[in-house]
């Protein structure tokens, strides 16, 4: 079945470092791939998505590349703030008839000044 | 303003006492789901609707019930908790898929509900 994972955390960075989350996944046919971010005392929110290989999908200055020839979705950002410290969960949905989302189980990012 | 609303936000209650999470959306969505939240074990696929009387069971439906009576509203029933059940639980929406074109989730701002 399909499976997504992401790197352990917690992740721990200072004001303006250079952010790498790495996610990878295994999906038969051709998956849509989302970053989500879940902010304390919330639920998840879409950051960004890409549907076909080689799309970057982009939002709020993070990217991720969408590499099937790795298997790969990794989030980038060039210079993370404290407001960016939040839980940040990978996702892969086929398009299959169902429209299920399989989730990794999220790494923690803490900013500090 | 498009949203998820779940109730309660907070939820403490005893083993065998039956219980019910709402969930509502207001932006038209057919597909509705709910997910727990674990630690080590991120989100875990309850159950889902793929529209108004359509439910089917997700990862984890041993211990839950759902209806879709109308397409707003998606509960969360819990005939009799136990305490493995205290976990945080999230109810998310998102149009049908229509094609290759994947609706990503909108979600609620979670229930953390303890069993003891």
């Known amino acids: 079945g399909d499976s997504v994972t992401q790197m352990e955390g917690p992740v721990t960075l200072s004001e303006e470092a250079f952010l790498t989350i790495n996610c990878t996944y295994t999906?038969?046919?051709?998956?849509?791939l989302f970053w989500y971010v879940q902010y304390p005392g919330e639920g998840l929110q879409l950051l960004l998505k890409a549907t076909k290989a080689d799309d970057k999908g982009s939002n709020k200055g993070f990217e991720a590349t969408y590499r099937k020839e790795t298997t790969s979705f990794h989030l980038e950002k060039g210079s993370v703030q404290v407001s960016d410290s939040a839980v940040y969960f990978c996702?892969?949905?086929?398009?299959?008839?169902?429209?299920?989302?399989?989730f990794g189980t999220g790494t923690k990012l803490q900013v500090i000044p | 303003e498009a949203q998820v609303t779940q109730n309660p936000r907070y939820l403490i209650t005893v083993t065998g006492k039956k219980l019910t999470v709402t969930c509502s959306q207001n932006?038209?969505?057919?597909?509705m789901s709910w997910y727990r939240q674990d630690p080590g074990l991120g989100l875990r696929q309850i159950y889902y609707?793929?529209?108004?009387?359509?439910?089917d069971k997700g990862d984890v439906p041993e211990g839950y019930k759902v209806s879709r009576k109308e397409k707003r509203n998606f509960p969360l029933i819990l005939e009799s908790p136990s305490p493995n059940q205290t976990s945080l639980y999230f109810c998310?929406?998102?149009?049908?898929?229509?094609?290759?074109?994947?609706?990503?989730?909108?979600f609620g701002n979670g229930t953390r509900l303890t069993v003891t």
């Open positions: 996702a892969l949905m086929n398009s299959g008839g169902y429209q299920k989302v399989t």
């Open positions: 998310a929406s998102s149009f049908r898929n229509r094609g290759l074109l994947n609706s990503p989730l909108h």
């Open positions: 609707s793929m529209n108004v009387e359509v439910t």
């Open positions: 999906a038969t046919g051709y998956p849509s």
């Open positions: 932006m038209n969505h057919e597909y």
